[in-house]
């Protein structure tokens, strides 16, 4: 059964905003931590931001300043907010949760982000 789901991707201008949102089963939104994936064409997968079941956060030094996660546990939902989009954050985004050494065990189907000029 689906248990991530995202949604929020989409066309924006460099310097425009978008924001992200992945509705989790309850069972997975109590994953220690959960977060953001992007893979753009051709480029390595990056971790884009984690949150931890504490609301504890880290980002990638690519979008520091300029994304931020969060959560609401009452609706069982993270958030990637996007600002100031530049072309280079145009990729798949995906949310994943359940953190284990090298991998997370649940990932996401993507969602779109295209930044054009």
Do not use: H
């Not at 992200?20 to 931001?49: D, H, T, Y």
């Amino acid at each position: 059964q689906v248990q991530l789901v995202e949604s929020g991707g989409g066309l924006v201008q460099a310097g425009g905003s978008l924001r992200l949102s992945c509705a989790a089963s309850a069972s997975i939104f109590n994953s220690n931590v959960m977060g953001w994936f992007r893979q753009a064409p051709g480029k390595q997968r990056e971790l884009v931001a984690t949150i931890t079941r504490g609301g504890m956060t880290n980002y990638a030094d690519s979008v520091k300043g300029r994304f931020t996660i969060s959560r609401d546990n009452a609706k069982n939902t993270i958030y990637l907010q996007m600002n100031s989009l530049e072309l280079e954050d145009t990729a798949v985004y995906y949310c994943v949760a359940d953190a284990r050494i090298g991998r997370y065990n649940y990932w996401g189907q993507g969602t779109q982000v295209t930044v054009s000029s």
